[in-house]
């Protein structure tokens, strides 16, 4: 299957800023939806964002609209997840997940079973 590979989270303090990547070994990346999901311990995974394979529209989960921003760079296969403002409520395992098909005209994104490709999760800890 695809391998997704997440980077750049760590510890921030609240408030502060971090920058997640998600490299791709796709060579067809270009004509898929990506979403960015996070879990904390004991809770539900969490829809965060999602960016459509035309890379013009994203979405994002109520507790972070406002605050992240999703992007993708289809020349690198890597979609990026801008954090900013960050707060202890953020902290979760932060995981990168692709669509299980191409060219989906699905215009609202939240459900994990839209995506068929998962990375291993990279952690975000942010403390008050």
């Known amino acids: 299957q695809v391998q997704l590979i997440e980077s750049g989270g760590g510890l921030v303090q609240a408030g502060g800023s971090l920058r997640l990547s998600c490299a791709a070994s796709?060579?067809?990346?270009?004509?898929?939806?990506m979403g960015w999901f996070r879990q904390a311990p004991g809770k539900e995974r969490e829809f965060v964002a999602a960016?459509?394979?035309?890379?013009?529209?994203?979405y994002y989960g109520d507790s972070v609209k406002g605050r992240f921003t999703m992007s993708r760079d289809n020349a690198k296969n890597t979609v990026y997840l801008q954090m900013n403002s960050l707060k202890s409520e953020d902290t979760a395992v932060y995981y990168c997940a692709k669509a299980r098909i191409a060219f989906s005209t699905t215009q609202t994104i939240s459900a994990a079973s839209f995506f068929g490709s998962w990375g291993q999760g990279t952690q975000v800890t942010v403390s008050s």
């Open positions: 960016i459509h394979w035309s890379g013009g529209t994203t």
């Open positions: 796709d060579r067809t990346f270009s004509r898929y939806t």
